[in-house]
């Protein structure tokens, strides 16, 4: 069975792979001088045609989560009355109301006034 291995696992394994061959690691194929001179005797390179060819003796678990049998169940919510809910806003409501600040409503004339001081400075 072939083992395919993700973007990441193999880039793992090259990189391994090709600082082995930089530390003089035997290489597991044989190739003449004139393909070592080809790709510039790059380790990388050297790691990938091994990976390529099935040389590395090299294989990965990969774990899978374990499974759980029992069913799913609802988390338990507090059941609230329609008349508990209202109650609740109310409260709410008057918290804000104490909390904000009153806006008054635009009078067009101070803003006219306002927008002339503006044009004078």
Same mark, same amino acid.
């Given at each position: 069975?072939?083992?395919? =291995? ?6 793992? *394994? ?14 597991? *194929? ?10 510039? =005797? ?21 774990? =899978? ?49 306002? =927008? ?6």
């Amino acid at each position: 069975m072939e083992q395919t =291995f993700t973007k990441y696992e193999k880039a793992r *394994i090259l990189g391994a792979r090709a600082l082995q061959i930089a530390m003089n690691a035997p290489l597991l *194929i044989k190739m003449s001088d004139e393909d070592l001179e080809t790709i510039k =005797f790059d380790a990388l390179k050297i790691a990938e045609v091994e990976l390529e060819s099935g040389a590395l003796p090299i294989s990965i678990k990969k774990p =899978f989560p374990k499974k759980k049998e029992e069913k799913l169940k609802r988390p338990k919510s507090k059941k609230v009355s329609d008349e508990e809910k209202a109650q609740l806003e109310e409260e709410e409501e008057k918290e804000i109301e104490e909390e904000s600040e009153i806006m008054e409503l635009a009078n067009p004339a101070e803003e006219q006034e306002d =927008f002339e001081e503006e044009k004078e400075d």
